[in-house]
């Protein structure tokens, strides 16, 4: 029983809402124990930050995914990851590791590379064919190339990948927030784009990166407690959920259960 369970209302969820994507940038693994036992109920996804899963022991990978597995979170490895493996023609050993270590979802992107929309289309169906769920993510690393993506562009990318089998797409907005997808340079939320997304696409499809506490506050208040929000640092798991429940001063009486 929480305390002051009394005061307080749990989030009723339907599948595929509320979801919480939390970025692993290397937390070690006893750290990462005493995080969950806290906070790992409010998680439902785990990113390996990147590429940093491949610059530690194996053992300790291995390790960390089990512990997220034990509290009911997916763990997968970061976009850039699979692009590095894409590029070297490598996707087949990327997928293996990946089973080996026990991972269960992979993420497919084209941030950093580009990656044809028939070439993406075979992967998103190697990946499902291999057992994986599949995330994939629209939008670039580079502003400047990510500048040049119309919201309409983005959004037919976001429903061609869920018509090819994709559980869930990211809108990419980096560890920062700022000048990418749906945020300016200053990392306020672009309000059109949002609205024109909003309009087009079942918004339950997607996972909005948001790193930013004032992107989590606009997306909660206008998309409701169980919109998905993910790029989630994993001290500030917490503090979102807290606004999620209408616990915070930013969201307090205004968002329902």
């Given at each position: ?19 919480t994507?939390m ?25 390996f ?12 990978v ?38 080996k ?11 950093s590379?580009?990656i ?8 998103i ?53 700022k ?52 790029n ?9 959920e ?16």
């Amino acid at each position: 029983m929480n305390a002051f369970n009394f005061l307080t209302q749990d989030r009723v969820k339907e599948p595929g809402t509320g979801i919480t994507m939390m970025l692993d940038k290397g937390t070690g693994p006893k750290m990462l124990e005493d995080l969950l036992e806290i906070s790992g109920e409010h998680v439902d996804l785990a990113k390996f930050g990147w590429c940093t899963s491949a610059v530690y022991n194996e053992e300790i990978v291995k390790t960390k995914v089990e512990s997220y597995k034990a509290h009911g979170v997916v763990p997968y490895p970061g976009g850039t990851l699979f692009e590095v493996a894409y590029t070297q023609n490598k996707l087949e050993e990327f997928l293996n590791e990946a089973d080996k270590l026990g991972f269960e979802a992979i993420e497919i992107s084209d941030g950093s590379v580009d990656i044809p929309l028939e070439a993406r289309d075979e992967v998103i169906q190697n990946v499902k064919d291999n057992g994986f769920m599949v995330i994939t993510e629209v939008g670039k690393k580079d502003p400047q190339k990510d500048g040049e993506y119309t919201t309409q562009e983005r959004v037919e990318l976001i429903e061609h990948d869920i018509n090819m089998g994709a559980y869930k797409v990211l809108i990419e907005a980096r560890e920062g927030g700022k000048g990418i997808g749906i945020y300016d340079n200053a990392g306020n939320v672009k309000k059109d784009d949002v609205q024109r997304i909003a309009d087009s696409i079942d918004v339950k499809n997607v996972i909005w990166e948001a790193p930013q506490k004032n992107q989590q506050v606009y997306l909660i208040l206008k998309f409701g407690a169980n919109v998905n929000l993910g790029n989630i640092p994993p001290e500030e798991i917490i503090s979102l959920e807290t606004m999620r429940r209408g616990l915070r001063g930013d969201t307090l009486g205004k968002v329902n259960l």
